[in-house]
């Protein structure tokens, strides 16, 4: 059972671009939603992390959306450049609970100049 | 500061061997957690430990296994290779607050 959906799977977009990747998740349990950015041959890096009691972070041109009604967070990478391109991957942790960080499958984010 | 120090960076093992990989994690914190990443399942959770105590495990089977000693630092075992153990093994450390994950670069193991 994938607890965090992820979507595309990759994703081409044009320099300046905005880049939009999507998760859903099913386990309400879930209290920390971090994005994480991986270059080949390089472990996962933290890129910015949300908690479900705000719907939107912003982080320079990084910004997550959150609606935890519908279960659904979103990564939106403005005026996206070449050095973006890479694996994107959502993850869902309880904090302090049984569960940790769930990944969704990752997003291949290539940036064209 | 340093980061999380994995060794060996790509391991070549035959069915049937055992490995030990390390895991160094950033001074000052005490939880160290393994994930496995492979092509077809992504980014799988093994296990995690706090001051030398298991107090998370994934779905794996028993021939994974791991420790965790008075430093912090941190080994996972892995005995009785099978060719579906190939993937890349990653170690991330955290501090226990609200900053999240630091992973290191990983090591590649392939069992041929």
């Known amino acids: 059972q994938q607890q965090v959906k992820q979507s595309p799977q990759s994703l081409i977009v044009q320099k300046g671009g905005i880049s939009i990747i999507n998760c859903a998740y099913e386990n309400t349990a879930f209290d920390y939603f971090p994005w994480y950015q991986q270059f080949p041959g390089k472990g996962p890096a933290l890129l910015i992390a949300i908690r479900p009691d705000v719907s939107e972070k912003k982080e320079g041109r990084f910004t997550i959306s959150f609606n935890k009604s519908a279960k659904q967070f979103s990564l939106h990478i403005m005026d996206s450049q070449p050095g973006d391109s890479a694996t994107y991957f959502c993850?869902?942790?309880?904090?302090?609970?049984?569960?940790?960080?769930?990944f969704g499958k990752g997003t291949k984010l290539t940036v064209n100049p | 500061k340093a980061g999380v120090t994995q060794t060996p960076r790509y391991l070549i093992k035959t069915r049937g061997q055992q490995v030990t990989l390390s895991c160094s994690p950033i001074?000052?914190?005490?939880?160290v957690s393994w994930y496995q990443q492979t092509p077809g399942q992504g980014l799988q959770f093994l296990f995690e430990?706090?001051?030398?105590?298991?107090?998370n495990k994934g779905n794996f089977p028993g021939r994974f296994s791991g420790r965790q000693f008075s430093n912090s630092r941190s080994e996972m075992n892995v005995s009785t290779l099978e060719l579906g153990d190939s993937a890349l093994y990653l170690c991330?450390?955290?501090?226990?607050?609200?900053?999240?994950?630091?992973f290191g670069s990983g090591t590649r193991l392939t069992v041929v």
């Open positions: 430990y706090f001051s030398e105590t298991q107090r």
């Open positions: 001074s000052g914190h005490r939880s």
């Open positions: 993850a869902a942790d309880t904090q302090g609970g049984s569960e940790k960080l769930v």
């Open positions: 991330a450390s955290s501090s226990g607050l609200a900053d999240g994950y630091t």
